[in-house]
């Protein structure tokens, strides 16, 4: 199991930026695929972008061009960077291994609004 804490969240004006960080406890975290997922209310939680142990990344067509996860292991850490944010970018932000594998942490909302 590794434990998550996300964090970075907070109220963005559409087109601006924020910068979502996850800390992950466990020595194993090198190895695993990650992901950055959100939840909007009412609806299911989605993939938003996967990073492999090696950097290598996967994003959602929706997030495609603006938002960037990357990962610093020797740290246990990584974080996801979301320019160019739209109203529908609204949700709570969590990180997972991906799939996911180990409880859901408190996550980090992020809401987009003029």
């Known amino acids: 199991q590794v434990q998550l804490v996300e964090s970075g969240g907070g109220l963005a004006q559409p087109g601006g930026s924020l910068r979502l960080s996850c800390a992950a406890s466990?020595?194993?975290?090198?190895?695993?695929?990650m992901g950055w997922y959100r939840q909007a209310p009412g609806k299911q939680r989605d993939l938003v972008a996967r990073?492999?142990?090696?950097?290598?990344?996967i994003y959602a067509n929706s997030v495609k061009g603006r938002f960037f996860a990357s990962r610093d292991n020797a740290k246990n850490a990584m974080a996801l960077q979301m320019n160019s944010l739209q109203p529908e970018d609204t949700a709570k932000y969590y990180c997972?291994?991906?799939?996911?594998?180990?409880?859901w942490g408190q996550g980090t909302q992020v809401t987009v609004s003029s």
């Open positions: 990073i492999a142990s090696g950097g290598s990344t």
């Open positions: 466990g020595s194993m975290f090198s190895i695993y695929t």
């Open positions: 997972n291994t991906w799939p996911p594998q180990n409880d």
